[in-house]
């Protein structure tokens, strides 16, 4: 396998690294777009036009975010060439960890093996995590004494949507993904990145935090699922996205036609259409995975990234940009060259 390396340049950064492995993890349960009009008040034909997705994975019961983490950590891993007792860092990003504590970071290293990592929980930043976890990654590296970081996106995103609330039961799914950072060699990688946020309370979950602390009430009006506003949504992504690519790519010294791949986080098809349309691209040039997993938070640019290596669609020296946008709001893009 191919790295992406980072170098010295608009990222700051003195030592270059390099993505060794991809991997994803999978549930084995399909749930068609057919399986959920059962209950909700919808069509397929509605999911499909609204969002781009046919059918979604929801994880089995008796599993959770870090059985799924530790399978793509794995299959990462053995495509790497890095021995997990080389690890020193685990950082894995999402907002469905197995409890509130102990961290699920920590479970994952303990279940793996990695005895000289760090665990690193990133548990906020929603569907930019993976995009967060690769930029942290690979700013550790920048301390000699790491040698090898594990970056992991997970979510079982069925378990915090209200089953009875189309307006999220029907996008999201869970899986999980995952890379192996090391040194890399100079001149590929990491070119620029952009990342920037705003606050906003349309995409929350209300209670379980200090805020408003879990109650008999609290369970019962759902404040506990995940609530969204959807228009909110669209205008947020289809305005940030564009803008921090194009600026990404200009920090980097490229232009939009010199980019070969977009790996952009898979919320909604007609999203992606919308930012492609925006940027005057072909969307045929950004990967899909949402029409079979749905929305995956911050396991969604994994699993466009693995998908394209693995397929050997992404060729050395070509140029890719990998862009997220998650609750907060938080998004930034990371621009790459193949090696």
């Not at 879990?214 to 506003?229: K, S, V």
Request: hydrophobic share 45%.
């Amino acid at each position: 396998m191919g790295s992406l390396l980072g170098t010295v340049g608009h990222t700051g950064l003195t030592l270059p690294t390099a993505i060794l492995g991809t991997g994803i993890s999978v549930p084995r349960q399909v749930v068609t777009n057919a399986d959920l009009v059962t209950d909700l008040d919808t069509t397929d034909e509605w999911i499909r036009e609204r969002t781009g997705i046919r059918e979604r994975r929801f994880l089995a019961p008796g599993l959770s975010t870090s059985d799924m983490c530790v399978e793509a950590a794995r299959h990462a891993l053995r495509g790497s060439g890095v021995d997990v007792s080389d690890l020193d860092a685990i950082i894995l990003a999402t907002i469905t960890p197995d409890q509130l504590l102990p961290s699920t970071a920590l479970i994952v290293k303990e279940a793996l093996g990695a005895h000289h990592a760090i665990p690193i929980d990133l548990n906020q930043a929603a569907c930019a995590g993976g995009v967060l976890g690769i930029l942290l990654g690979a700013h550790l590296l920048q301390n000699r004494h790491f040698n090898a970081v594990l970056v992991i996106g997970g979510e079982t995103l069925s378990r915090l949507t209200n089953p009875a609330d189309r307006t999220t039961r029907v996008f999201f799914g869970d899986a999980a993904g995952a890379v192996v950072l090391s040194r890399g060699t100079e001149g590929y990688g990491v070119l620029s990145w952009d990342m920037d946020s705003s606050l906003s309370h349309s995409v929350e979950v209300r209670a379980g935090g200090a805020s408003l602390p879990t109650t008999a009430e609290t369970a019962a009006a759902g404040d506990h699922y995940l609530r969204m506003d959807g228009r909110v949504v669209w205008d947020e992504a289809t305005e940030r996205l564009p803008k921090s690519i194009e600026q990404a790519i200009a920090l980097a010294g490229v232009g939009l036609d010199d980019v070969s791949h977009f790996v952009i986080h898979q919320a909604n098809r007609n999203i992606i259409n919308e930012v492609m349309r925006r940027l005057g691209v072909d969307v045929e040039r950004a990967g899909i995975t949402l029409d079979w997993l749905g929305n995956t938070g911050s396991a969604t640019v994994f699993t466009v990234l693995h998908g394209a290596i693995a397929s050997k669609k992404i060729q050395r020296d070509d140029l890719l940009v990998i862009a997220g946008i998650g609750a907060g709001f938080i998004w930034g893009t990371l621009c790459l060259r193949y090696c």
